[in-house]
Structure formats: structure tokens, C-alpha cells
């Protein structure tokens, strides 16, 4: 892992670098949000009243990844549950343990605030599935979708 690789909150000065790696997350999954729904999201990132938040792996000061998740309830248990939406990494730093310090983050964070549970979502042949073995195995449900 970079020695001087900084796991913190999302924060306004953030949008430059933010936008240009969510641009290339969305050339990864070969989709084309609308600019206003990016705007949106940036904008609840930045909202601490709003169940999205974001995470920037920052290293000597330039900004090289962010997880995005939303926190929810439950029916099964009392405390909040947090969904892994999005993780990425600029290519340019990747295979250096930023991912993994990205995902370890919301497991620390998951400690200290209580959450009862974390969780993401993955194509099944998506190689990062090697790094995500290491934090737990993968589980035998399948996704339904609808979309509207
Ligand atoms: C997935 C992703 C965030 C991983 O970031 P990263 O910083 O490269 O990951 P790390 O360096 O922490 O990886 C840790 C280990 O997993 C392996 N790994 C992680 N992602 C991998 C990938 N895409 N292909 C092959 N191996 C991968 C690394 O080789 C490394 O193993 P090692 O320690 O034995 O060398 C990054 O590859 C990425 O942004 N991919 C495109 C977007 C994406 O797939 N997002 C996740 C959608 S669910």
C-alpha cells in the first residue's frame, strides 16, 4: 500500500478530480450517466443528510479513488446497513492496495458506527472478485431487476 495514501471523506474541492474518475467508472461499465443525475449525485455526496456518501483515496494530495455508498434500513436487523455502489481506481494506481484500503475503510468505519452489515454487487466474471475474496466469500443469491 502507498505510504502516504489518506482514506477520507468526500469533500466540494473534490469535484474536479471526482468527475474525471467518475467519467472513467462509467466507461468501465460502458454507460453514459446523464449530466444531470451525475450533478445530483455529486451534489448528495456533499449533503450530510443524505443517505449517499463518498470516500476519496487521496495519495500525496491527488485524488485516485472513491467508493460511493448508500446507508438503509433493515427489516431483519436495528442498525444501518451500507451498500457498496461504486469503487474505483484511477488505472494509472491501481494494483498498489488502493482498492483494498478503499474497502477495508468501510469495514473500519462499519465497526466504529455500528452498522449491522456491508455489502456490494459484482459482475460474476469481474476480476477485482480476486481482491474481494479476501474480505468474504461470495454468497449464492441472485439479483432480479426491473427497470422503470
Ligand atoms: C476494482 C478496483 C477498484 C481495484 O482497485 P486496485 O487499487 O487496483 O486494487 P488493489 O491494488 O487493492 O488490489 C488488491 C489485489 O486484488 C487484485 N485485483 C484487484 N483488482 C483487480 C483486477 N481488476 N484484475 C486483477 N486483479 C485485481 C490485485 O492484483 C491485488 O492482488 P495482489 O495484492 O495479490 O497483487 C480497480 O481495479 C477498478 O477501479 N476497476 C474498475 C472498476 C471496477 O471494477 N469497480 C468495481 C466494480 S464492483
Avoid at 482514506?7 to 467518475?22: E, G, K, Q, T, V
Avoid at 450517466?33 to 455526496?45: D, G
Avoid at 479513488?65 to 455502489?85: K, M, N, Q, R
Wanted: glycine content about 6%; charged content about 25%; some cysteine.
Amino acid at each position: 500500500m502507498p505510504e502516504q495514501l489518506v482514506i477520507r471523506d468526500i469533500a466540494s474541492a473534490d469535484r474536479a478530480p471526482w468527475f474525471r474518475l467518475w467519467a472513467g467508472y462509467n466507461a468501465f461499465y460502458q454507460t453514459e450517466i446523464a449530466p444531470q443525475i451525475s450533478e445530483r449525485t455529486w451534489q448528495r455526496l456533499l449533503d450530510a443528510d443524505a443517505a449517499l456518501f463518498g470516500r476519496i483515496a487521496e495519495i500525496e494530495g491527488r485524488v485516485v479513488g472513491f467508493s460511493l455508498s448508500v446507508l438503509h434500513e433493515g427489516t431483519w436487523v436495528d442498525a444501518p446497513i451500507c451498500y457498496l455502489e461504486d469503487l474505483f481506481v484511477d488505472p494509472a494506481a491501481r494494483g498498489t492496495g488502493v482498492g483494498r484500503a478503499l474497502i477495508a475503510d468501510l469495514v473500519a468505519l462499519g465497526k466504529q458506527r455500528g452498522w449491522s452489515r456491508l455489502y456490494w454487487h459484482t459482475r460474476e466474471d469481474n476480476p477485482a472478485r480476486k481482491l474481494y475474496d479476501e474480505f468474504t466469500a461470495a454468497d449464492d443469491f441472485v439479483r432480479y431487476r426491473l427497470t422503470f
